[in-house]
């Protein structure tokens, strides 16, 4: 080898091993990061994040302060991030009565002059059962799957979108106290959203992505509702590895948080890897039980597709006959 030839081979070699360990620090700071928080949100010491509790507002006040490590603006109440939620609400098969819960709401402001009116709503939601009822020698209801992972890769995505130079659209993240109660949070949400909501443009509500679901291929997800709008097509041609719910009969587009606002007219889905396992609102649903390199995967694969949506134009549209009344 002549030294110039040998010097381009050196360099050569340099560049790939630089690009490869470039490459291995960025998945493993995700995971990193992923595992990290998973690991405060789904611990015992949060004692299950039961909804309007104490514990729910300590998670509250932990995904308040990732929001403002990953330099997300406050969008909640006084200039913080947490949004108050007192009043009457709604229970299921209870009626009216009193609560008192609170979202935690970010927002990453557009940087195109014209798009950034336009608003993509990310959320999930932060309560979980709290303590309950013994089963095999444990009380603490977890819920690191429901919906420890979604509030993770809400954080995840904030994160992503940050370091990008273009984020057109304005991103609101949403994180709802009291869905597991009826969604109280998310009924007051509504009723005092940080921009109109017909600003909304699309909602993407993160639940239950800490295992993968055997009905469908391990590297995919699924979005409920999917043939309800153009949205769920659209993802999937930016990247998306999600297909339509394997679970119909499950009803599960109705069971989440993005259901009222669908009812808003807000084209609204849950994205989910749910195959109905068995610590599904059980004690068992715990950190023990996720599966980190799914998780990881799962995420991963969702934030060029969200990155698409945010810089894009596209309006997703209900289907024909499709929109939920
Ligand atoms: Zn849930």
Request: overall charge negative; proline content about 4%.
């Amino acid at each position: 080898m002549n030294t110039r030839i040998r010097t381009a081979f050196f360099l050569l070699v340099l560049i790939t091993s630089l690009a490869f360990g470039q490459a291995k620090t960025e998945r493993d700071k995700l995971a990193n990061h992923i595992r990290g928080e998973l690991e405060f949100m789904a611990s015992d010491a949060l004692q299950g994040r039961g909804s309007g509790t104490h514990d729910e507002l300590l998670a509250a006040v932990y995904l308040s302060s990732e929001l403002r490590q990953i330099s997300i603006e406050p969008a909640g109440d006084n200039g913080g991030y947490v949004q108050d939620v007192s009043g009457e609400f709604e229970f299921y098969g209870q009626g009216r009565k009193k609560w008192n819960t609170r979202n935690v709401i970010g927002r990453l402001e557009g940087t195109d002059s014209k798009l950034k009116d336009e608003v993509v709503l990310l959320t999930a939601h932060m309560d979980h059962l709290g303590i309950g009822k013994e089963v095999a020698g444990d009380n603490i209801y977890n819920g690191a799957d429901d919906d420890a992972s979604g509030c993770v890769a809400v954080l995840e995505i904030a994160r992503a979108l940050v370091q990008e130079e273009h984020h057109k659209r304005t991103v609101i993240f949403a994180f709802f106290g009291s869905e597991e109660t009826g969604g109280q949070g998310n009924q007051y949400f509504l009723a005092h959203p940080p921009v109109p909501l017909e600003k909304i443009v699309a909602n993407l509500e993160f639940e239950m992505i800490g295992r993968p679901d055997s009905m469908v291929k391990p590297d995919e997800l699924w979005l409920t509702g999917y043939d309800r709008s153009n949205l769920g097509p659209e993802l999937t041609k930016h990247g998306a590895k999600l297909v339509a719910d394997p679970h119909p009969a499950q009803h599960f587009f109705q069971r989440s948080d993005n259901y009222a606002l669908a009812l808003k007219g807000i084209v609204a889905h849950t994205v989910s890897s749910f195959g109905l396992h068995k610590d599904y609102h059980r004690p068992s649903d715990d950190l023990s039980r996720v599966d980190f390199p799914h998780m990881e995967q799962a995420i991963e694969s969702m934030i060029k597709p969200v990155q698409w949506l945010v810089n894009s134009e596209f309006k997703p549209q209900w289907a024909e006959g499709k929109k939920p009344q």
